[in-house]
């Protein structure tokens, strides 16, 4: 899939980043890192009370994400991180410029119902409107792919390295 490549998986909790992340790391043969170890602990605290982060809270949190994604090497990696909004993801590019972003995508209804089956993770649901509202979509010139997120997890990540396959060929 190239070399020095970092491959964030990012979109809304729940949306599947940690469980599709790993996959497209085994597949790939890339080390996986997981966003949300990267996250100062008031940041969590503050999440798990039902307070939405603010761009002040993530900054310090993309620049460790950013300095993880650096750390990689020219073998690169994979990780996972919401990046929800464009000037986040300008930061994680800025940190290492071969990054390529999956979107992964899916409507309200089915990714709340996701992670509401979800135990033992900090995230309440009731902060899903809140992702949803901060999303900034990838736009045309933003290098990567948006993966629906319908179906079992393996399938999910045959479609995104797929997405990524057909990516790489088009450039
Ligand atoms: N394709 C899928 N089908 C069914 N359940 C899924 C799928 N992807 C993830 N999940 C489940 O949904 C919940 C949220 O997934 P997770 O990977 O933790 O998302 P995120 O890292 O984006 O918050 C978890 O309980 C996970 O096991
Ligand atoms: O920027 C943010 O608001 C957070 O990064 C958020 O998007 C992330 O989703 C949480 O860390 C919960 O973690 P999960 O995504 O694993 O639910």
Do not use: C
């Given at each position: 899939m190239g070399t020095g490549q970092v491959i964030v998986v990012m979109g809304v909790s729940g949306t599947g980043k940690t469980t599709v992340g790993r996959l497209l790391a085994a597949a790939l043969g890339l080390p996986y890192a997981e966003g949300d170890d990267f996250h100062p602990r008031a940041n969590v605290l503050k999440m798990a009370s039902g307070v939405p982060l603010d761009d002040a809270d993530r900054w310090p949190w993309l620049d460790a994400v950013g300095a993880w994604a650096r750390g990689t090497g020219p073998g690169g990696g994979v990780v996972a991180a919401s990046a929800l909004k464009r000037r986040y993801r300008d930061r994680l590019r800025a940190a290492r410029p071969a990054t390529v972003f999956v979107h992964?995508?899916?409507?309200?209804?089915?990714?709340?119902?996701?992670?509401?089956?979800?135990?033992g993770h900090f995230m309440p649901t009731s902060l899903l409107d809140s992702q949803f509202a901060a999303l900034e979509p990838l736009g045309p010139d933003e290098r990567g792919v948006t993966v629906d997120v319908h179906g079992t997890p393996e399938e999910v990540a045959a479609r995104a390295l797929a997405a990524l396959r057909a990516l790489r060929g088009a450039h």
């Amino acid at each position: 899939m190239g070399t020095g490549q970092v491959i964030v998986v990012m979109g809304v909790s729940g949306t599947g980043k940690t469980t599709v992340g790993r996959l497209l790391a085994a597949a790939l043969g890339l080390p996986y890192a997981e966003g949300d170890d990267f996250h100062p602990r008031a940041n969590v605290l503050k999440m798990a009370s039902g307070v939405p982060l603010d761009d002040a809270d993530r900054w310090p949190w993309l620049d460790a994400v950013g300095a993880w994604a650096r750390g990689t090497g020219p073998g690169g990696g994979v990780v996972a991180a919401s990046a929800l909004k464009r000037r986040y993801r300008d930061r994680l590019r800025a940190a290492r410029p071969a990054t390529v972003f999956v979107h992964l995508a899916g409507d309200r209804a089915l990714i709340g119902r996701r992670m509401a089956a979800r135990t033992g993770h900090f995230m309440p649901t009731s902060l899903l409107d809140s992702q949803f509202a901060a999303l900034e979509p990838l736009g045309p010139d933003e290098r990567g792919v948006t993966v629906d997120v319908h179906g079992t997890p393996e399938e999910v990540a045959a479609r995104a390295l797929a997405a990524l396959r057909a990516l790489r060929g088009a450039h």
